[in-house]
């Protein structure tokens, strides 16, 4: 009998274990990157770099499990490219979710084109074993 509480009890510690391990490392895990890291925004007609193009990036947190969405939040990021056409992706120094963590195409805009959406393949090349990314926008 005693040899049975024994293995009930050290099942139960280690299930206990197991929960924290899981809510610790979810409650420290940084936010998960969308997109390379950096890269270059190009005028799909010039092969130009595009100055002044928004990167938007966003994610959704889940910290409660609740199917009706309460307990979630979003965080997001703007990058901006450089006068070359050149941007590296700010991720904001933030925990994922406690649940879940959704983590959005990012949405880039520039004056004078049209903004890009992730489902054109031929716009997007990923470059130097997906270290970098060439985005390439169309004039409107």
Same mark, same amino acid.
Request: proline share 8%; hydrophobic share 40%.
């Given at each position: 009998?005693?040899?049975?509480?024994?293995?009930?009890?050290?099942?139960?510690?280690?299930?206990?274990?197991?929960?924290?391990?899981?809510?610790?490392?979810?409650?420290?895990?940084?936010?998960?990157?969308?997109?390379?890291? +950096?890269?270059?925004?190009?005028?799909?007609?010039?092969?130009?770099?595009?100055? =002044?193009?928004?990167?938007?990036?966003?994610?959704?947190?889940?910290?409660?499990?609740?199917?009706?969405?309460?307990?979630?939040?979003?965080?997001?990021?703007?990058?901006?490219?450089?006068?070359? =056409? +050149?941007?590296?992706?700010?991720?904001?120094?933030?925990?994922?979710?406690?649940?879940?963590?959704?983590?959005?195409?990012?949405?880039?805009?520039?004056?004078?084109?049209?903004?890009?959406?992730?489902?054109?393949?031929?716009?997007?090349?990923?470059?130097?074993?997906?270290?970098?990314?060439?985005?390439?926008?169309?004039?409107?």
């Amino acid at each position: 009998m005693r040899t049975r509480h024994i293995i009930l009890g050290l099942a139960v510690l280690t299930m206990i274990v197991a929960l924290v391990a899981t809510i610790a490392y979810k409650a420290l895990a940084p936010l998960p990157v969308p997109l390379p890291p +950096q890269g270059k925004v190009i005028d799909i007609t010039t092969g130009e770099g595009v100055a =002044g193009a928004e990167l938007k990036t966003r994610w959704r947190l889940y910290d409660y499990p609740m199917l009706d969405g309460a307990g979630s939040y979003e965080v997001s990021s703007v990058t901006v490219t450089d006068a070359k =056409g +050149q941007f590296s992706l700010v991720i904001p120094d933030h925990r994922r979710g406690l649940w879940n963590t959704e983590a959005y195409p990012p949405s880039i805009t520039a004056g004078g084109y049209r903004p890009f959406t992730f489902e054109d393949v031929r716009a997007l090349k990923y470059v130097n074993h997906g270290e970098s990314v060439v985005i390439s926008l169309t004039p409107e």
